[in-house]
């Protein structure tokens, strides 16, 4: 009887080690690891930073512009896809004119005439975008390698970015100190807190350029987008705001229900052939620089949701107009018209010459920080 209760003991302690080396083999545990991604004609190397969470979602970011490369997320059947555009090595970053996941700025989007003046003083930044300066101009921060630094958690890993972006950088004042952090977390959200401090008075704008698709591949006319934001700015003929706050409502712009990209895209509307589709600044429906809700987007075939929060007053829609065809991907993948979609959290276009709007200047003593969330989420 001792033998056969011996045996029995013997064997329910086996079981519960085999039933606990099971668990640990299903479980993912949230890491961050670092890969080579090629080389800069300098001959320094770019690095690929995977962060992975408990849930298995990945979120790899590159150090050559801080860039978003991939965002793999699974969708209502549990399976795993990418949904952001980028490329495979750091060959495409550095050629790329898309600014496919990068960090932008120092001013993110446009600003009119490559020209601004802040206390007195005018500043003339280089134009490469018609006759305006979009995005930092063609050397601005989306083309530099970042200093990088693990700041993970147990529960959440993190990757900062820091860059110092000397006085007169792209015709820019002061030497400004930047860090952006990575962090996804346990709850699928991949947030991005940004921080800049100057030596003199600036102006200053920073967002993620990421192109995202929820169906990882195809055009995205037929997600489905809503935007808390009752008003938007016009542009004019160069896609610089005119100043006007104008109401969305009875407009293809109004997206305060969720309505497919596609919906109203090819409308006889001004505002839509200036800009050959959306990309526009929306005027977010908020009074202060709380953390709220901007967007959110549904792609009904893989049951994906994307929930995008800042604490940003602005957000520019872009439903990638100028992607052509031309452009090769992850995997050769060709990124046609329209194939994938930007939600560029942001202070408003041309805030430097547009005194009515939320100041962009950033003076010695004072910090820039904003945060933006990406949330990921599924329904049937």
Not at 209 to 224: E, P, R, S, T, V
Request: proline share 5%.
């Amino acid at each position: 009887m001792r033998v056969r209760t011996f045996i029995t003991a013997l064997m329910l302690v086996a079981a519960v080690a085999i039933a606990s080396g099971c668990q640990r083999k299903t479980e993912a545990k949230a890491k961050m690891e670092k890969r080579p991604f090629g080389k800069l004609a300098d001959g320094r190397d770019a690095s690929l930073y995977v962060l992975s969470n408990k849930n298995g979602i990945e979120a790899a970011i590159t150090d050559f512009g801080a860039a978003l490369v991939s965002f793999k997320v699974p969708d209502k059947n549990g399976k795993l896809g990418d949904v952001v555009l980028g490329f495979d090595s750091v060959d495409g970053y550095v050629t790329d004119s898309s600014f496919q996941g990068k960090i932008v700025g120092r001013y993110a989007n446009r600003i009119a005439k490559g020209q601004f003046t802040l206390n007195g003083a005018t500043y003339t930044l280089p134009t490469n975008d018609g006759p305006n300066h979009l995005h930092g101009g063609p050397t601005g921060i989306h083309k530099v390698l970042w200093q990088a630094k693990d700041v993970s958690t147990a529960d959440a890993p993190a990757l900062e970015l820091t860059y110092a972006s000397k006085d007169g950088d792209e015709g820019y004042p002061g030497n400004v100190s930047m860090k952006v952090t990575y962090t996804l977390t346990a709850n699928n959200e991949l947030k991005i807190d940004y921080l800049a401090t100057t030596d003199k008075p600036t102006v200053i704008n920073l967002t993620n350029h990421a192109y995202f698709n929820l169906a990882g591949q195809g055009d995205i006319l037929k997600h489905q987008l809503k935007l808390s934001a009752s008003k938007f700015t016009p542009v004019d003929a160069t896609l610089i705001p005119t100043g006007e706050l104008r109401e969305v409502k009875g407009t293809p712009f109004d997206f305060t229900t969720a309505t497919d990209i596609g919906a109203r895209i090819n409308q006889e509307d001004e505002q839509l052939k200036l800009g050959k589709g959306y990309d526009h600044n929306w005027v977010l429906d908020k009074t202060d620089a709380s953390l709220t809700t901007a967007a959110q987007v549904y792609e009904p075939t893989t049951g994906r949701v994307l929930e995008v929060l800042t604490t940003e007053p602005g957000i520019q829609f872009y439903s990638g107009n100028f992607l052509d065809g031309t452009l090769k991907g992850k995997s050769n993948a060709v990124y046609a018209h329209r194939n994938g979609f930007c939600l560029e959290t942001q202070h408003f276009p041309d805030s430097p010459n547009k005194p009515a709007f939320p100041s962009t200047v950033l003076n010695p003593g004072s910090e820039y920080k904003t945060t933006t969330i990406y949330k990921f989420s599924t329904r049937q």
